[in-house]
Nanobody, 122 residues
């Protein structure tokens, strides 16, 4: 019903920058929060940042000051601009969206992207 397609991952040197994008499509009435998680090898998935439809933003302490999340509501797209990247930022990054589907149901459902790999070399 809803698909999230991510792009922008890749290999970058420490200190470099990357911008991830995630576009949602499908039977969408509205989207509440959108955000990003990441999972490094051997570690649990952790929240990186999220942004609500009202513009409330939250960042993980590990990325605060280096990462900016934004969204384009007209395009149902969320972005994650990452600067001053460190080797410890290496992970698969997953976007998510909390979607209210078209139709009579009023629940929000969380959908996930397929993940995009970010590798930061030292």
């Amino acid at each position: 019903q809803v698909q999230l397609v991510e792009s922008g991952g890749g290999l970058v040197q420490a200190g470099g920058s990357l911008t991830l994008s995630c576009a949602a499509s499908g039977s969408i009435f509205s989207i509440n929060a959108m955000g990003w998680y990441r999972q490094a090898p051997g570690k649990q998935r952790e929240l990186v940042a999220f942004i609500t439809s009202g513009g409330i933003i939250n960042y993980a302490m590990s990325v605060k000051g280096r990462v900016t999340i934004s969204r384009d509501n007209a395009k149902n797209t969320v972005y994650l601009q990452m600067n001053s990247l460190k080797p410890e930022d290496t992970a698969v990054y997953y976007c998510y969206a909390e979607v209210r589907l078209r139709g009579p149901e009023r629940n929000n459902w969380r959908y996930w992207g397929q993940g995009t790999r970010v590798t930061v070399s030292s």
